[in-house]
């Protein structure tokens, strides 16, 4: 069985930090592109940033290039995203995403990132 489960979202002050989780199960981890998505509201979904798979390639939407750092642990089957200097414009929510060749495709429920004084 699939699982992707985020965690590590929450409420934090303008130029603070979150590090958000995604613990996968089910599927060969390391063989799968992982994705961070975010939605806000009544907005479309948009990809923030992604990662892999082996070759290492990482790539950010320009709204978070030089804030948020993605990063991976093959071994916990585990991506992270570690959101620094956030903004009220991230608020959102946080979503995980495991693709692989575009005919596997598998997501997270969410976890909710509110940036606010």
């Known amino acids: 069985q699939v699982q992707l489960v985020e965690s590590g979202g929450g409420l934090v002050q303008p130029g603070g930090s979150l590090r958000l989780s995604c613990a996968a199960s089910?599927?060969?981890?390391?063989?799968?592109?992982m994705r961070w998505y975010r939605q806000a509201p009544g907005k479309g979904r948009e990809l923030v940033a992604r990662i892999g798979p082996t070759d290492g390639y990482i790539s950010y939407a320009d709204s978070v290039k030089g804030r948020f750092t993605i990063s991976e642990d093959n071994a916990k089957t585990t991506v992270y995203l570690q959101m620094n200097r956030l903004k009220p414009e991230d608020t959102a929510v946080y979503y995980c995403?495991?693709?692989?060749?575009?005919?596997?495709?598998?997501w997270g429920q969410g976890t909710q990132v509110t940036v606010s004084s």
């Open positions: 089910g599927f060969t981890f390391s063989s799968y592109v």
């Open positions: 995403n495991a693709v692989l060749a575009s005919v596997y495709d598998y």
